[in-house]
């Protein structure tokens, strides 16, 4: 490290690097597994490949990240519901096909724009973020495409896109929380989140949703241990197996 | 739904130099969407650096019955085939 850049100290030091790891990496696990959960239930078997692809480079993302904070196994799948990190949003059940693309979109859009500032980066995020950032680029492509043909679609496809991104817009303003240890500026990205947000639901020909983007629980509870109901059944589902036979290998 | 989305042909190119290779087939709502789902399902292990889709219904082909009047005359002509001269080393790709 040069002197220039011990003097700019980064706003958190080495100690904050694993909880930050554990805060992106649960983001990219939990959101993995959800959308794990659509294989063999997809509409169809093209987009069934299509999200399994997805929830694969995430779950690479989760690996990479979760081995910075500890074991990764142990951390997947032997930690209680209060000890994850993830926001939130991602834990949402995937609801319909448009539900789901709602939920996409906004995390992707949301994680590309962190990919992008982390690998333009020094940080110890720098690595894993130059790779990620080619596949988000592939996941904002995924639900943009999909939400401009439901957004402008038929009267159906049309209102379940819209009560998607209804019933998933209190949970976008957790994102833009500052996490110890990520160095980013969360308000500069929340703005160009809404403008490129923004952008692709006039190409939907959709009005953006209205109403505060933090629900009932304050913004940030996802990255404090607190979860919403579904995730507990959602973190059985995910561990029983590991849980039930310990040690288990292919 | 699968009923009514369109049957695409998809080509695969895998590396710069050979021509585009048929791979499959597979549904897809419209072309950007068909060359997407060829994406995810015909180069997720590496195989490709440039895909084309077609919609099934704009090939043409041959039918199985017209293969004798169709293929049949060229079986004999073995002055056709470029094997009366030596290929020059180092020539790839023939």
Known sequence: ?250 | MTQNWPLWEVFVRSRRGLSHTHAGSLHAPDAEMALRNARDLYTRRNEGVSIWVVPSAQITASSPDERDPFFAPSADKPYRHPTFYEIPEGVRHL
Do not use: C
Not at chain 1, 93 to 119: C, K, M, V
Not at chain 1, 135 to 164: C, I, K, N, P
């Open chain 1, 1 to 250: 490290m040069t002197a220039t850049e011990t003097t700019h100290a980064t706003p958190a030091g080495p100690s904050a690097v694993p909880a930050a790891a554990l805060a992106l990496g649960d983001d990219a696990l939990v959101l993995s597994h959800r959308l794990g959960e659509w294989a063999g239930h997809a509409p169809v078997l093209e987009e069934e490949v299509a999200l399994a692809n997805i929830a694969l480079d995430l779950l690479g993302q989760a690996r990479v990240l979760l081995s910075m904070a500890g074991d990764e196994d142990e951390l997947a799948f032997l930690r209680e519901e209060r000890s994850f990190r993830n926001l939130q949003l991602v834990e949402q059940p995937n609801g319909d096909f448009a539900h789901t693309i709602a939920r996409q979109l906004y995390f992707s859009l949301y994680q590309h724009l962190l990919w992008t500032e982390l690998a333009a980066g020094q940080g110890p995020f720098a690595p894993l973020a130059a790779k990620a950032v080619k596949e988000t680029a592939y996941h904002v492509d995924h639900a943009v495409q999909w939400t401009v043909r439901l957004g402008d679609g038929t009267e159906e496809s049309t209102r379940r896109m819209r009560a998607g991104l209804d019933a998933l817009w209190k949970y976008t303003g957790e994102m833009f929380r500052p996490v110890e240890g990520v160095d980013v500026d969360g308000a500069a990205l929340e703005q160009r989140w809404l403008a490129e947000l923004d952008d692709v639901l006039s190409r939907a020909r959709l009005d953006p949703p209205e109403g505060p983007r933090t629900g009932a629980w304050r913004a940030g509870a996802g990255r404090e241990g607190l979860h919403t109901e579904p995730f507990g059944r959602m973190l059985a589902e995910m561990q029983h197996l590991h849980r039930s036979h310990p040690g288990a290998s292919w």
